[in-house]
Every structure is written in structure tokens, then in C-alpha cells.
């Protein structure tokens, strides 16, 4: 399928609104950004008509629209979301097994301490992914494990990690998996056929390419009933954000409305895409074009290209005397282009994003910008530094 028949054409960002090459918020299309024109009252017939299609539809995307599993939005970023699944999913007598190669996983353990859940942390640093057998020897080692978090999408570096070979070891040995799927969702093919996962959290900012404001929590539902007691807070409580929803539609608290009309529609140009298989297909040649382009400039990634997502890229600073990001950062900005800051431990890097509604043709224009802002810094090789 060529370029033009599988992807909308990209809108043109007004001038005052550069592309965002981000792992979102990021650049969404007119007629997302048209949704969120027209008011709607949060206890109205249409708008809870909205939510249950947003929530039949996020259960079908993940193979789970029967009814063993549930799917639960919440109010707030994608953090939020995580904090109350990892609350909902892990007994307070529980232990958990958290996978880090990253910012994002290191915020799970995080969460995990402020809610008094026992955990353990395999951190492999900033590059490197957990693989199957580690995960599996350390829950031979320690049987009061009883569930395991993952970042799906890392998007510190951009690393996606292996799910698949980790859960086969997970539910081999009966534990419950927790898959933090915020920055893969609707791009990466993930389903519980395929990963048999007891919990997914993802958000409306990512890869089904809304706006901020929601994340949403797809469990199984008998994992949900029985979360009773577990809940750490009022508004984080997902047991009953879900019993309130069954029982009237509504949210539970105000719900952020022109946010999910928004995701009612990027719901929608999701499907018109060619759901999970053709938004990957352009985030992948966006992807593939970005990693050669910059290297050709003389940039190095910090992944080998097997675990490099379609996601985000993460790429070594130049090691030339006269780079200083901050500029790099400003004049890409002048040119219509916002790019991230690395979160790398040991070395200077910064982030390329591929996700939203952008275009191997934007990432052309992309790259010509790069050569541009490193031709005003006065750099001319962007190797990075031995």
C-alpha cells in the first residue's frame, strides 16, 4: 500500500504551531482539533453515548471485547493511570517485579513505594532490554513475586522491549503481568491473544494520536472485582470509576468532555488508517527514513537498530566543539520543528519522535532543517563525541 492511499494527507501546521517530534503531547489533525470546538454536559445522553463507544472500541483494539475484560478511562495524564492500575492490579500484600530500562519504569517503582507495595527493580540501565530468561530466574528465585511491570515503549531511549518472550515466562509461572503500553498502543500490535496480559494501561496522547487529558486501564475483570480495599485514593479508584460507569454511563467526577469527543474522532481516522498494522506502517517509514537521514548528517543512535521502535529515536549529541543543544533546540524551533531533550544517564543525547500526524515528506523537510541548524552552530560533523 503506497504512502497516499494509506495516510490522510498531513495538515499543514499554522505557522505559530511547529511540528511536535515528541512522545506526545504531539501534533494532531484539523479535524481532531475541530472535536474539541463544540460544549458538551458531562451528564448528557451523547456524550455518555461517547464514552461507552470509546471504551468498546479501545476493548476491541486489544482483542479483549468480551467479557472478561473491562475497560476503565481516568481523568488526568498517563501517570495517573499507571498509579491506579498498579494500586487496582497489586495486593497490598503483594510483590512486584519491575522491568526498568528507563525514566518511566523507574517512576513505577516509584509509585510502588509511595503505595507501600513490596518491589523489586531489574534495572538494565539506559539501553539495554530485560530479556526472558533474567525475568524468569528471578521469579524462580523469589516465588513471593507475584506480578511483573513493563514499559512496552521506553521511550527514554526509544527502546521497545521485548513483551511477547517476558510474558510467555510471566504467565508460565502464574503471575499476573502489568504492561505499561502508554507509548505503543494502537501502533504496536499488542492483543490478549497474543500477550495473555492481566492489565494495560495506555492514554489518549500517544500513538491513537488525541489530546492530553485521559488515560484508560483495560484488566480483567475478575482482577477488578476483586480489588476491593486496595484503592490508595478517592479519585484514583478504579473498582469504582468502573461500578459507576456500568451503572450510569458517567464519569464519576467531571470528566474532561472536549478531550474525549477529540478521541472519539482519533478513534475514528484510526480505523480510516487501517487500525494497528497501517498507523505502524507510516510511523515505520517516518522512522526509517529519520535514522538514515541522520546518520547520513553523521548521528549516531543509541540503539541498535533491532530494538529500535517506531516510536521515538534517541540520538548521541555531536561530539563537535561548537554543538550546544539549546541552540540546536532553538533554531529547529525556528524552522517549524520541536524535538526532545534526551533522559540518557551517561552520555548527551536528544529524542526524534515519529508518532502523530506526520509524514516521511515532514521528515524530509525534517532533515533539511537539521542540516540547516547545524550549519548556523557552526558544526559540520554530527558524530558523537568517542
Not at 204 to 209: F, G, T
Request: hydrophobic share 45%; net charge negative.
Amino acid at each position: 500500500m503506497s504512502l497516499a492511499t494509506a495516510t490522510p494527507p498531513v495538515d499543514e501546521p499554522a505557522q505559530h504551531a511547529p511540528y511536535l517530534l515528541t512522545p506526545g503531547p504531539l501534533t494532531t489533525s484539523d479535524t481532531i482539533k475541530a472535536a474539541m470546538l463544540h460544549d458538551w454536559g458531562s451528564w448528557d445522553d451523547d456524550f455518555n453515548r461517547l464514552t461507552a463507544e470509546v471504551r468498546a472500541q479501545l476493548l476491541e483494539m486489544a482483542g479483549a471485547s468480551g467479557d472478561a475484560y473491562a475497560c476503565v478511562p481516568l481523568q488526568g495524564s498517563g501517570t495517573f493511570a499507571v498509579e491506579a492500575a498498579l494500586a487496582t492490579a497489586i495486593d497490598r500484600h503483594g510483590k512486584a517485579l519491575v522491568l526498568a530500562n528507563g525514566a518511566y519504569g523507574q517512576r513505577a517503582a516509584k509509585i510502588l513505594g509511595y503505595l507501600g507495595r513490596e518491589h523489586l527493580v531489574l534495572d538494565k540501565g539506559d539501553y539495554l532490554p530485560p530479556r526472558g530468561e533474567e525475568v524468569a530466574a528471578l521469579l524462580d528465585a523469589d516465588p513471593e513475586i507475584t506480578d511483573v511491570f513493563l514499559v512496552h515503549c521506553e521511550t527514554s531511549s526509544g527502546i521497545l522491549n521485548p513483551l511477547a518472550e517476558i510474558a510467555e515466562v510471566v504467565k508460565a509461572r502464574g503471575k499476573g503481568l502489568i504492561v505499561d503500553a502508554m507509548s505503543s498502543f494502537g501502533a504496536v500490535p499488542l492483543s490478549v491473544e497474543a500477550v495473555p496480559f492481566d492489565v494495560l494501561v495506555s492514554s489518549a496522547n500517544k500513538c491513537l494520536e488525541g489530546v492530553p487529558g485521559f488515560g484508560f486501564v483495560i484488566l480483567r475483570r475478575d482482577l477488578l472485582e476483586a480489588s476491593a480495599g486496595r484503592a490508595h485514593s478517592l479519585s484514583l479508584d478504579l473498582l469504582e470509576q468502573w461500578r459507576y460507569m456500568e451503572r450510569t454511563g458517567q464519569w464519576r467526577f467531571t470528566p474532561p468532555t472536549h478531550v474525549v469527543a477529540a478521541f472519539h474522532t482519533a478513534l475514528a481516522e484510526h480505523r480510516a488508517e487501517g487500525g494497528v498494522a497501517g498507523r505502524l506502517a507510516r510511523y515505520t517509514r517516518s522512522r526509517e527514513r529519520l535514522v538514515a537521514g541522520m546518520r547520513e548528517l553523521g548521528f549516531a543512535t543509541l540503539l541498535e537498530d533491532r530494538w529500535l521502535s517506531p516510536i521515538i529515536t534517541t540520538f548521541f549529541c555531536p561530539g563537535h566543539p561548537a554543538f550546544d543543544f539549546g541552540r540546536f533546540y532553538a533554531e529547529l524551533k525556528a524552522r517549524g520543528f520541536v524535538i526532545y531533550p534526551g533522559k540518557l544517564t551517561e552520555a548527551e543525547s536528544f529524542r526524534i519522535g515519529c508518532i502523530g500526524r506526520l509524514d516521511v515528506a515532514v521528515v524530509e523537510r525534517l532533515l533539511v532543517a537539521v542540516g540547516e541548524a547545524l550549519d548556523a552552530l557552526g558544526v559540520d560533523d554530527g558524530r558523537p563525541a568517542a
